[in-house]
Nanobody, 120 residues
């Protein structure tokens, strides 16, 4: 059974940092791309960042470039999202998505999400 479990969300003041983790199981980690998507109230899902576990290539959305860093630990089958200089507009539920096609499309297996709240 494919599972992706997010952790690390919480409440932080603007300018602060959080590190999200996505622990995975049930699939060949190196074959997948793992992405972080977020959804804020009243807004569409937004692709935040993705990493290909096959070649290490990464993607960042324009709103997070220079502030967020995605990384992957193949030995732990875990993907991390280091979020620095957080802003109130980063407030959202953050989801980890495993894509068996190795893309950053949002198609695939979704975790349950973790809430990130940034206060001003």
């Amino acid at each position: 059974e494919v599972q992706l479990v997010e952790s690390g969300g919480g409440l932080v003041q603007a300018g602060g940092s959080l590190r999200l983790s996505c622990a995975t199981s049930g699939f060949i980690f190196e074959d997948y791309a793992i992405g972080w998507f977020r959804q804020a109230p009243g807004k569409d899902n937004e692709a935040v960042s993705c990493i290909s576990n096959s070649d290490g290539s990464t993607y960042y959305g324009d709103s997070v470039k220079g502030r967020f860093t995605i990384s992957s630990d193949n030995s732990k089958k875990t993907v991390y999202l280091q979020m620095n200089r957080l802003q109130p507009e980063d407030t959202a539920v953050y989801y980890c998505v495993g894509d068996p096609l190795g893309a950053c499309s949002g198609q695939g297996h979704w975790g349950q999400g973790t809430q990130v709240t940034v206060s001003s």
